[in-house]
């Protein structure tokens, strides 16, 4: 899969986790994350061999699968009007890098298309991690919306078909 060029937009990264030193022994936990399967696992391949060029034995495990943004998802359509008629202006539209449980689903669900969105959180994963209270009641009435919006155009169709849901 090629490049995103996403401008602004770390597209795969690599973080050093845990580090364990016995006497005898040594390990590291890396924890690379990418929007494409083909980051991560280029990032992991050459991890493991430049640890073999040390004549030390690496070993891949536990990969976390990427989630690549879809400009043109009917979801996201439908998720930018509502939230404009819910709060009388244009939503702000992000692609992060992070290590999010959509990537799983995709992975199960190649087909599924979906969001992610939350409330504005301020140094997440770290000591002070905060969240700002008042786009949690935004969130959950953005969500509400939402939900209502897909019941709408699901009976829609059911109607334009001639059966009742």
């Known amino acids: 899969m090629p490049n995103l060029q996403l401008?602004?937009?770390?597209?795969?990264?690599?973080?050093?986790?845990?580090?364990?030193?016995t006497a005898d022994a040594g390990s590291c936990n890396f924890m690379i994350r990418s929007l494409l399967d083909s980051g991560s696992e280029a990032?992991?391949?050459?991890i493991v061999s430049l640890f073999a060029l040390s004549?030390?034995?690496?070993?891949?495990?536990?990969?976390?699968?990427?989630?690549?943004?879809?400009?043109?998802?009917p979801l996201l359509a439908l998720?930018?009007?509502?939230?404009?008629?819910?709060f009388g202006g244009e939503s702000t539209v992000q692609v992060i890098h992070a290590g999010l449980e959509c990537g799983l689903i995709v992975a199960r669900y190649p087909d599924l298309d979906m969001v992610s969105?939350?409330?504005?959180?301020?140094?997440?994963?770290?000591?002070?991690?905060?969240?700002?209270?008042?786009?949690?009641?935004?969130?959950?009435?953005?969500?509400?919306?939402?939900?209502?919006?897909?019941?709408?155009?699901?009976?829609?169709?059911a109607v334009a078909a001639g059966r009742r849901r």
């Open 43 to 46: 990032l992991a391949d050459e």
């Open 55 to 73: 004549g030390t034995v690496a070993e891949k495990a536990g990969h976390y699968p990427g989630w690549a943004p879809n400009p043109g998802s």
């Open 7 to 21: 401008p602004g937009v770390v597209e795969t990264s690599n973080n050093l986790g845990m580090v364990a030193i």
């Open 117 to 157: 969105f939350g409330p504005t959180i301020r140094g997440a994963h770290a000591p002070g991690e905060r969240v700002e209270i008042a786009t949690v009641g935004h969130c959950w009435r953005l969500l509400q919306a939402i939900l209502t919006a897909i019941a709408a155009a699901a009976d829609g169709a």
């Open 79 to 86: 998720c930018r009007s509502v939230y404009a008629r819910e």
